[in-house]
Nanobody
């Protein structure tokens, strides 16, 4: 499975962006992670295949929404009320093991996209 992330860009504080991640095939749980310059990769959000289970990092809860369209094999991350500290490269990830639950750790995912840069700055 190949993942193609898109939608990053430059946005002012308080603004919004929507990231997309298209998968080349069927996936189970999917997630978004991010890595800011000089920092370790961190979990952002994850969603089950059905969409019925979602998890968010405390830092984005209430501002970001993860969703998916299985007919398009695509997962989305709607980011609102963006802050400068949200600046990072955002990576989507997909789990190919239906037996695993929705993961919040990087090693729970089998496939990774190439990353898309989000810059929040005035």
């Amino acid at each position: 499975v190949q993942l193609q992330a898109s939608g990053g860009g430059l946005v002012q504080p308080g603004g919004s962006l929507r990231l997309s991640c298209a998968a080349s095939g069927r996936t189970f749980s999917m997630g978004w992670f991010r890595q800011a310059s000089g920092k370790e990769r961190e979990f952002v959000a994850a969603i089950s295949r059905s969409g019925g289970i979602t998890y968010y990092a405390d830092s984005v809860k209430g501002r970001f929404t993860i969703s998916r369209d299985n007919a398009k094999n695509t997962v989305y991350l709607q980011m609102n009320s963006l802050k400068p500290e949200d600046t990072a490269v955002y990576y989507c990830a997909a789990d190919n093991d239906y037996r695993r639950g929705v993961g919040v750790k990087g090693d729970e995912y089998d496939y990774w996209g190439q990353g898309t840069l989000v810059t929040v700055s005035s």
